[in-house]
């Protein structure tokens, strides 16, 4: 039996809850293989995109252009030996890694991929469920695993893993706030919390465009969020080994690099469905093509909006550098913050204006969110006093240096035991040579 087409309606909170038990067994099982075949095409994606950057190949050996990679990996670590640390809490510390990649999966069962469509003989949205406060649900149960993160460093009785996990936690909770303010722009234009209603809402414009503040204070925090580079602080590896999973190995180090890539996807995917339209199609297509949010098309317009943001996430580890954690928590409590907080009384503001007086709106806040961008630009862009404020103290004075032999210190020769080797350059010969020479002549 072929597919039915259904239009694009965006599905209501009554369509769901009326799928039968074996319907709802089936979307939850989909979900998840989705996830996993996506963490499995990202690892692979983001290897061959990093050794494009770096000119390199990258995996191509194992299937298809190195498909296969990713599988033979996860294989790998299946049958390494799986150690506990002597100094560890048992328990903690095997149930940190559950704790992590449980609500990784949870979160995505309110993303929407598509409209209502005919799913063997049953009417049903592309969609697990959804809720009045769907957003906040993602919120929220993202928040837990931070829980896990905490715990595995705490319980693998190691420094570097205590470090890492108290990095991480204190980083994942700034950005929370960041996003979390964000977002409520979103809520006051579409009226709603409901992740199926925002998408319906922009059906005449993306809030992409209109609360461009807003997305990019979103696109900032997520990276912060999951983290990635350039924000990768709890997993520095030149200050805390491999961070709060340093001690784990085997099945559970791959459940936190599992946790790790579905925790990218689904921010992707929420900023898909806040800000991009969610799955239907781009600008003009529906204008051309009638079909083209309809059925399962809105598969591809949603994956495809999805993978731009994770080729972002790629593309920010290949070519920036790790910031300085102290300016990585300032940027988050004096930039980002404040400038959401501005930005939320502005779309207030207009918000209510607009309703009262019946005028369009998108052009004010359009101008508005460009002006305020440029105002943050100029008032933290760092000046010629603040690089000079910066600027190391000039190092002593030294003696010419002659390579490679070390520069001569200011104080004179360093003598003793801590006094540098010396080397014999071409002019310079050892005295009992000289002697020979001389007697020789």
Not at 6 to 11: I, L, N
Not at 122 to 136: E, H, K, N, R, Y
Not at 400 to 421: H, I, K, Q
Request: net charge negative.
């Amino acid at each position: 039996m072929s597919p039915q087409i259904f239009a694009a309606e965006g599905a209501s909170l009554s369509a769901f809850g009326q799928d039968p038990l074996w319907m709802v067994v089936v979307k939850t099982l989909l979900v998840f293989l989705v996830l996993v075949l996506l963490t499995l095409f990202n690892i692979w994606f983001e290897r061959r995109v990093v050794a494009r950057m770096q000119h390199r190949i990258g995996p191509n050996v194992n299937g298809p252009f190195g498909l296969l990679q990713s599988l033979a990996d996860g294989a790998k670590l299946m049958f390494k030996e799986d150690i506990i640390p002597k100094a560890a809490d048992k328990v903690v510390f095997l149930l940190a890694p559950l704790i992590i990649v449980v609500p990784a999966f949870v979160t995505f069962s309110v993303i929407p991929f598509g409209p209502e469509v005919n799913l063997f003989g049953t009417v049903t949205p592309l969609q697990l469920t959804d809720m009045p406060v769907a957003v906040l649900f993602v919120m929220a149960v993202a928040s837990v695993g931070i829980y896990g993160i905490v715990l595995a460093g705490w319980s693998s009785g190691s420094t570097y893993s205590l470090l890492g996990g108290l990095r991480s936690s204190a980083q994942m909770i700034s950005y929370e706030v960041a996003m979390g303010l964000a977002l409520v722009a979103v809520f006051l234009y579409a009226g709603s919390m409901s992740t199926s209603e925002i998408v319906a809402a922009q059906d005449d414009f993306w809030f992409g465009l209109v609360l461009f503040p807003s997305f990019v204070i979103y696109v900032i925090a997520m990276v912060g969020e999951t983290n990635r580079a350039p924000f990768d602080l709890p997993e520095a590896e030149g200050e805390l080994v491999g961070g709060f999973h340093t001690e784990y190995s085997g099945m559970k180090f791959a459940m936190f690099f599992l946790a790790e890539y579905i925790n990218m996807a689904t921010v992707s995917a929420l900023a898909t469905t806040l800000f991009l339209g969610g799955w239907m199609a781009p600008w003009g297509i529906e204008h051309v093509w009638e079909g083209a949010n309809s059925g399962y098309w809105p598969l591809l317009w949603f994956f495809s909006k999805m993978f731009l943001f994770i080729f972002l996430f790629i593309w920010l580890r290949g070519t920036l550098p790790r910031l300085r954690y102290d300016q990585f928590m300032a940027f988050g409590w004096k930039a980002l913050i404040p400038a959401s907080l501005a930005w939320i009384v502005l779309v207030a503001t207009v918000r209510a204006i607009s309703l009262e007086g019946g005028f369009d709106n998108r052009s004010i806040l359009i101008g508005a969110g460009v002006l305020l961008l440029v105002l943050a630009v100029v008032l933290f862009w760092p000046t010629r006093a603040d690089e000079e404020d910066e600027a190391p103290a000039a190092a002593p004075e030294t003696g010419p240096s002659t390579f490679p032999v070390p520069a001569m210190p200011a104080g004179g020769a360093v003598r003793g035991a801590a006094a540098p080797l010396t080397f014999l350059g071409a002019s310079q010969t050892v005295p009992g040579d000289a002697a020979a020479a001389e007697e020789e002549n």
